[in-house]
């Protein structure tokens, strides 16, 4: 057996020892072959050996700089030493890449653009001081203006101390005398060299260069993208209005230096928001204020005079348009009047309430932030994005998405129309070249994989082949589900007018049982006089106890506070599984079957059946998935952990966080009685535990490395855990990235990986589309390998993480994130959005949230 082979920096070594025992004896004991070619600091290694012929003594900045910095230093530095500039180096020598072998080859593009730098051109950092200090940023500003010609003619300044210039200045301190803008006197600029930069300390930069092209190009920011206004679109029956436009980030990458370009959709309301508090008002004449209250609080308006968005945080009804306010010079002024002279605008109603935006800022160029309130008038704020109402409304959504949906090969022809406006525009083409950039004609082409599709098992070890669609709808309804659990005793609670409607259900549920492979017997009907939530609540404390099995409610409508009411008595105070059905939905004679027969599965899967599985290759893994929801207008979050308690994945625990941030601080508890409950149900620790993260941005992984990962080990380390292995994946389903297959279809087909060209250069991470796109454009998933002591391969990730997309139970296909993830959200929203506290632990154990 031949021996392992050394690479990277133990090549490097065990060739200098063979140098050194032939510099000894005197004969060469150099092997005849060559040895594998040294990689990241190890050939940093060979340069610096080779060029101080052995001696790894000091050496200058300038022997490294063509490989660590975008341009060359003309002037070496002696006093860098080799440690220093190997420290430097191996802070941007890239991971070893995460790419699988696993499934058949095709050619797919991205919407990325190669951005490439020139030659001769670079950045560099400098530091500003002013003497004396100057406080007010526009001074500043000003300051650096009036010498921008000795400047090379352009800079980015951040209004603080950093200037940043595409030139090198001959001298490292450069100084300058100039007026101040206001009071006259002379100040002396300072701008001393700090250090050249290297593209990844460049994106910040660059992507502010980009925001100055949008400008260029006549395109509006609103809110963090930006849209052409005058090319908006108006659905005035539904009085809406769509504004396209772009989302574009510049980021490095493994294929080097890339924008990452998007279409993106505004939908915007035409009606203000003083015409909103008429409505609310003729609608609810007793509770105007809490409805508006409710209505209004958490939402985001726009006001079209600036074009920005605001949080409306709290509505100020003793304070009106004829208040007054200091303006910047100290002079009090009335909204009337502020609004009459700067903008132009005059306010037809003097007595309407203003509504208040509190944002945090920094002031006179201090690092501490201050609440700064800012009152908006109501007439002047649009609001934006679609209600819950609006939503549910298929006739709204349907002309909305005549807009919004667009599909892969409209995108891309946008894309292409962008590029030709940054050619063609003199000044954006300025914008970039004095920086030396230069965007490609076109969007990258990758060479992805696509997995194979899945075997899906039902029961009586029944299975079902899936194509590259993966939908088993088909067969669902045709075969029994893998964990039947037979419904004895049950109860539908209904209104008299729809008696009908209960009875004709009852008898569907019981004709249906024996398809999914279940025993579902003639429930109780309990009939109350109307729908007033007092009659389902004294409904359920009547007929509830310990044998009841499931409790279903038909209600003639759509009623948030209903639905709330119901699940907070059955979740919490009166644990049952429970379901909750519109009326509507029962009555059509085309689609009762259907709907029947997803109502008897979901009731299956809340008693704690399972529907179906796919063949995993391991045994005695666990899965967990945690997720968080946001309350608007609340501090308040729910995080919820959902893990799985059986080697198949068909069966979960679910506990609940309550926390004031995204990121939590207390999943050690409800980690640990997820591992307690799996050696409850399998008598064994996992030995491999995969824990998906969603709900994470790239901003906050060092922290959930740091405070999240910490409380896992620190609960396997209590339970004395010590053989289990523990794999960290953070998901991001939220992206601007958008992979279009190059055939006529547009879309690329499910079970499509990409881990190349467009990964990060510094991480371990790939993109999976799980999902058959009909319509629009498909949007990847993206997942982040943050921690992996196990060591497990990339294939091994990919594959599980999509066979995982197949178990979601509330839809007989392959869905965006992993069943865990899904489950996790629903769990969260539920209690988050209804429950308002956690449910009875009775039911952890179920998918009570489907």
């Known amino acids: 057996m031949n021996p392992v082979q050394p690479m990277g920096r133990g090549a490097l070594i065990l060739q200098t020892l063979r140098r050194l025992d032939e510099n000894r004896a005197g004969v060469s004991t150099e092997s005849s072959e060559e040895p594998p070619k040294p990689r990241g600091r190890a050939a940093l290694l060979q340069k610096l050996r080779c060029l101080n012929v052995g001696s790894l003594g000091p050496v200058t900045s300038s022997t490294v700089s063509q490989e660590v910095v975008l341009e060359h230093e003309t002037e070496p530095d002696n006093s860098l030493q080799t440690a220093s500039i190997v420290e430097k180096f191996?802070?941007?020598?890239?991971?070893t890449s995460y790419k699988g072998s696993v499934g058949k080859s095709i050619n797919?593009?991205?919407?990325?653009?190669?951005?490439?730098?020139?030659?001769?051109?670079?950045?560099?950092?400098?530091?500003?001081?002013?003497?004396p200090d100057v406080d007010s940023?526009?001074?500043?500003?000003?300051?650096?203006?009036?010498?921008?010609?000795?400047?090379?003619?352009?800079?980015?300044?951040?209004?603080?101390?950093?200037?940043?210039?595409?030139?090198?200045m001959k001298n490292i301190k450069t100084v300058f005398t100039s007026p101040h803008p206001l009071s006259g006197e002379m100040i002396t600029l300072s701008i001393i060299y700090k250090k050249t930069l290297?593209?990844?300390?460049?994106?910040?930069?660059?992507?502010v260069l980009f925001k100055r092209v949008m400008s260029a190009l006549k395109l509006s920011r609103i809110g963090r993208n930006y849209y052409d206004t005058p090319s908006s679109k108006l659905i005035p029956q539904h009085r809406l209005e769509i504004l396209p436009g772009y989302a574009i980030a510049v980021d490095e990458y493994e294929g080097g230096l890339m924008v990452c370009l998007d279409t993106q959709h505004r939908v915007l309301r035409t009606i203000t928001v003083l015409e909103h508090m008429r409505d609310i008002q003729r609608e609810n004449r007793e509770g105007f204020r809490e409805a508006l209250k409710k209505s209004l609080l958490g939402s985001v308006v726009i006001t079209k005079y600036n074009n920005r968005t605001y949080v409306i945080d709290d509505i100020l009804w003793d304070l009106n348009p004829q208040g007054k306010f200091k303006n910047s010079q100290g002079n009090d002024i009335s909204f009337v009047e502020y609004y009459a002279k700067q903008h132009g605008l005059h306010v037809t109603d003097l007595n309407q309430p203003l509504l208040l935006n509190v944002k945090k800022r920094k002031v006179n160029m201090k690092d501490e932030l201050i609440d700064m309130n800012i009152c908006l008038i109501p007439e002047f704020c649009n609001l934006t994005g679609l209600t819950d109402f609006m939503r549910s409304d298929f006739n709204v959504m349907k002309d909305v998405a005549a807009y919004t949906r667009i599909t892969?090969?409209?995108?891309?022809?946008?894309?292409?129309?962008?590029?030709?406006?940054?050619?063609?525009?003199?000044?954006?083409?300025?914008?970039?070249?004095?920086?030396?950039?230069t965007l490609a004609d076109g969007t990258i082409d990758l060479n992805a994989r696509l997995l194979p599709p899945q075997m899906i098992m039902f029961g009586n070890n029944q299975p079902y082949q899936c194509d590259f669609k993966a939908d088993w709808s088909g067969a669902l309804s045709k075969n029994k589900v893998v964990g039947p659990i037979d419904l004895y005793d049950w109860v539908i609670i209904y209104t008299q007018r729809d008696a009908k409607v209960a009875q004709e259900f009852a008898t569907n549920m019981c004709r249906l049982g024996s398809n999914i492979g279940c025993n579902i017997t003639t429930p109780k009907l309990y009939s109350i006089p109307n729908d007033r939530t007092n009659n389902y609540i004294q409904a359920i404390t009547k007929l509830y106890n310990d044998n009841v099995q499931c409790m279903v409610f038909i209600c003639p409508t759509a009623r948030d506070d209903l639905y709330s009411s119901i699940k907070k008595m059955t979740l919490c105070q009166k644990p049952v599984a429970s379901q909750v059905i519109l009326s509507k939905n029962l009555n059509n004679i085309k689609k009762v079957r259907t709907v029947t027969l997803k109502i008897a599965l979901q009731i299956n899967c809340k008693l704690g059946g399972s529907l179906w599985s796919v063949k995993i290759p391991v045994t005695s893994w666990m899965v967990c998935g945690i997720d968080t929801y946001h309350s608007a207008g609340s501090k308040v979050s729910v995080g919820a952990l959902v893990s799985s308690t059986n080697s198949i994945f068909t069966s979960y625990y679910t506990t609940c966080i309550r926390q004031e941030k995204e990121l939590s601080d207390a999943l050690k508890?409800?980690?640990?009685?997820?591992?307690?409950?799996?050696?409850?149900?399998?008598?064994?620790?996992?030995?491999?535990?995969?824990?998906y993260r969603d709900g994470v941005g790239d901003g906050q992984f060092d922290h959930v490395k740091r405070y999240e990962l910490s409380q896992y080990l620190k609960a396997l380390d209590d339970l004395k855990i010590t053989e289990t292995k523990l794999c960290l994946i953070v998901v991001q389903k939220r992206l601007n990235t958008r992979l279009i297959s190059n055939d006529s279809v547009g879309n690329p087909p499910s079970g499509t990986i990409v881990d190349e060209c467009i990964i990060s250069k510094n991480n371990s991470d790939f993109y999976l589309v799980p999902q058959n796109v009909n319509q629009g454009t498909a949007t990847p998933c993206h997942y982040t390998v943050l921690y992996d002591d196990a060591k497990l391969k990339p294939d091994h990730v990919q594959m599980l993480t999509y066979k995982l997309c197949h178990m979601y139970y509330n839809w007989s296909g392959t869905i965006k994130v992993p069943a865990p993830c899904q489950y996790a959200h629903k769990a969260a929203w539920l209690i988050g959005q209804y429950l308002g506290k956690d449910p009875n632990e009775v039911l952890n154990d179920k998918l009570y949230y489907l």
């Open 90 to 95: 191996d802070a941007v020598t890239p991971v």
């Open 108 to 131: 797919i593009s991205a919407n990325y653009i190669r951005l490439t730098i020139d030659q001769d051109k670079g950045a560099y950092e400098y530091d500003c001081t002013f003497e």
């Open 137 to 168: 940023k526009h001074a500043r500003i000003k300051i650096i203006n009036a010498n921008i010609a000795a400047l090379g003619g352009v800079k980015m300044f951040d209004g603080s101390r950093i200037l940043y210039l595409p030139i090198k």
């Open 198 to 207: 290297r593209i990844g300390q460049c994106i910040q930069m660059f992507n």
């Open 408 to 437: 892969a090969h409209q995108r891309m022809a946008a894309l292409r129309k962008y590029l030709n406006n940054i050619k063609s525009c003199p000044e954006a083409v300025k914008i970039l070249g004095d920086w030396g950039l």
């Open 669 to 691: 508890v409800p980690f640990a009685r997820s591992l307690l409950m799996y050696r409850q149900r399998t008598g064994i620790y996992p030995t491999q535990i995969i824990i």
